[in-house]
């Protein structure tokens, strides 16, 4: 189905100095990582300094946030920050959003801000992507910012979701698509939701890049990890969790080879603490 190259990305968000950070980075370029992306979380790095900081200390890898929990930001601020990141990063930068993560409602309220329902957020992602675009279309005479963003028209717009609303949205204004499938779901769940997506974008599916998260990689998985995951996680690689990957290297690219032709899935991202084991898998299929 698809005829795009894989692209590769690594999940990060916490170190104990700004040069293990830095370290971070680099060893993920090192890696064949096409993509370094930081969550938003007030337990985490903030993600557009450490975004910032990580495109210094590399050469060719590109950041964001994966992703902005939009509810909590002006649709103006987003704009500025976005032709901003994009000035500091080289071109680099790639701008996620979301309609607000589970947890999200926490943040909101030691920040002092309002959370809204899920229709209040989807509507204000709605209106910061109008706002990011209009400030970029701007760019030619129509700003007094002195600003100009490297990537033109501007940095590429991924939005994540599940939900038919979202989806809804992402297939008319994103240009990549995280789909949103919880780590209990299995191959015939993500076909589903990339069913859903294609349902909704119509004619324009085939313009979509289309990405999945991956929670974890190899069978042996820590037991700790059952929070995160929603569930034991050897239960749920023997339930055939689409978002563990296991098998030997050559297995686990197969697994993507066959879920990019038969779905569409090109560009692919992993939880950081499995940026090593998952490493030989991106040497087998980067750029392919």
């Given at each position: ?24 980075a ?24 450490a ?21 909590l ?19 680099r930068f ?76 992402a ?17 015939y ?33 820590p ?48 939880n950081?603490m ?15």
């Amino acid at each position: 189905m698809s005829t795009r190259s894989f692209r590769f990305g690594v999940v990060a968000a916490l170190a104990p100095t700004a040069n293990a950070w830095a370290a971070t980075a680099r060893r993920a370029e090192d890696l064949g990582f096409t993509n370094l992306l930081v969550p938003d979380t007030l337990g985490t790095l903030s993600p557009l300094p450490a975004l910032a900081a990580a495109a210094t200390a590399t050469t060719s890898l590109r950041v964001g946030p994966f992703v902005l929990n939009t509810p909590l930001y002006a649709p103006a601020a987003v704009a500025h920050d976005t032709v901003s990141m994009d000035v500091l990063t080289g071109g680099r930068f790639e701008l996620g959003l979301g309609a607000g993560r589970p947890g999200g409602e926490r943040d909101a309220e030691r920040l002092g801000l309002s959370f809204g329902t899920p229709g209040e957020r989807v509507r204000h992602l709605a209106e910061t992507i109008r706002v990011v675009k209009a400030a970029l279309d701007k760019q030619d005479g129509g700003s007094q910012s002195p600003l100009r963003a490297v990537q033109q028209p501007g940095p590429p717009i991924l939005v994540a979701g599940a939900g038919r609303r979202l989806l809804t949205l992402a297939a008319r204004e994103a240009d990549i698509v995280a789909l949103g499938v919880a780590p209990q779901g299995t191959e015939y769940d993500l076909a589903a939701k990339v069913g859903e997506l294609r349902d909704v974008a119509g004619d324009r599916f085939d313009a979509l890049e289309l990405s999945v998260n991956l929670a974890g990689v190899g069978a042996d998985l820590p037991a700790w990890m059952a929070r995160q995951l929603g569930g034991d996680p050897a239960e749920l690689v023997r339930r055939g969790s689409a978002a563990i990957l296991t098998g030997t290297p050559a297995e686990m690219a197969d697994t993507l080879l066959r879920r990019r032709d038969a779905l569409g899935i090109s560009y692919v991202s992993v939880n950081g603490m499995f940026m090593e084991e998952f490493a030989p898998v991106v040497e087998r299929l980067a750029g392919r």
